[in-house]
């Protein structure tokens, strides 16, 4: 095989702005453009992942708001009385804690790596991805933002 044939499934790795869609890959190298149509599938599945985000930040704001009240309703010491809600039999606050503590870990490690991910996408430093993934996180903060600020409460890291 001479030097100057070109493999048609190697991906580009732009490391500038482009618009380009020429070999484009996101991400992983199996998802790779090979035309008009897996272009915009994949930008549709793009901003599916920016309103996917955006519905697991909810997901956790809403369980930390449901898992608070739960906690704070429960007795400190395990006594049920007749005003106790309806709990897991012997559970007190400090159990609660642990398992709500838990819960918040696994949706807060979730959501670093959703968006780590989202991060990589828009890192392929093409315009049209780029705007795929402004696209998700607009159409999932209308969809799901509605009773959180417009500011991020959590930080890129």
């Known amino acids: 095989m001479g030097h100057g044939h070109m493999d048609e499934n190697v991906c580009s790795m732009d490391m500038l702005f482009t618009w380009n869609t020429t070999n484009l890959c996101i991400v992983f190298r199996q998802w790779h453009i090979h035309s008009t149509a897996s272009l915009v599938f994949s930008l549709l599945a793009v901003v599916l992942l920016g309103i996917g985000y955006e519905a697991l930040r909810t997901l956790s704001r809403r369980y930390d708001t449901a898992a608070s009240k739960h906690i704070n309703a429960l007795p400190s010491d395990g006594a049920v009385t007749e005003d106790t ?4 039999p012997g559970q007190n606050q400090a159990q609660a804690n642990y398992h709500t503590h838990l819960v918040k870990a696994v949706l807060y490690t979730l959501q670093n790596f959703y968006v780590f991910m989202l991060m990589l996408v828009f890192m392929t ?3 049209w991805v780029m705007i795929a993934v402004s696209v998700g996180a607009f159409l999932g903060c209308l969809l799901f933002g509605h009773t959180t600020a417009a500011t991020k409460d959590n930080a890129c890291h």
């Open 125 to 127: 430093y093409n315009g």
């Open 85 to 88: 809600p309806f709990h897991a």
